[in-house]
């Protein structure tokens, strides 16, 4: 079992950057595939980006590639996104996600955080 809990949400202009953070508990977070997703009102919920237990491997979505980097800190049980050159079109609740299967198929993902809004103006 895992518990999520993402922070570093806000409000930023377009073209700003910030960095969400999601601390995980449990002593096996550094065997977990760790993830990011987003929903905005209406919409579907979309994924973001993901990273393996070991970061040697990351994947983001078309949208946000060359903008967005995952990260991780085992030793901190904490996954990050740090997002750049952000649009309106990047707003969104953000959340993070957990895997013990294989960390790179978006429908393994079951452990969920409540999220973080982030919103980009113009």
């Known amino acids: 079992q895992v518990q999520l809990v993402e922070s570093g949400g806000g409000l930023v202009q377009a073209g700003g950057s910030l960095r969400l953070s999601c601390v995980a508990s449990?002593?096996?977070?550094?065997?977990?595939?760790m993830g990011w997703f987003r929903q905005a009102p209406g919409k579907e919920r979309e994924f973001v980006a993901a990273?393996?237990?070991?970061?040697?491997?990351?994947y983001y979505a078309d949208s946000v590639k060359g903008r967005f980097t995952i990260s991780r800190d085992n030793a901190k049980n904490t996954v990050y996104l740090q997002m750049n050159s952000l649009k309106p079109e990047d707003t969104a609740t953000y959340l993070c996600?957990?895997?013990?299967?294989?960390?790179?198929?978006?429908?393994?993902?079951?452990?969920w955080g409540q999220g973080t809004q982030v919103t980009v103006s113009l």
């Open positions: 996600a957990a895997t013990s299967r294989a960390w790179y198929l978006i429908r393994n993902y079951d452990y």
């Open positions: 449990g002593r096996t977070f550094s065997s977990y595939g």
């Open positions: 990273i393996d237990w070991s970061s040697a491997r990351m």
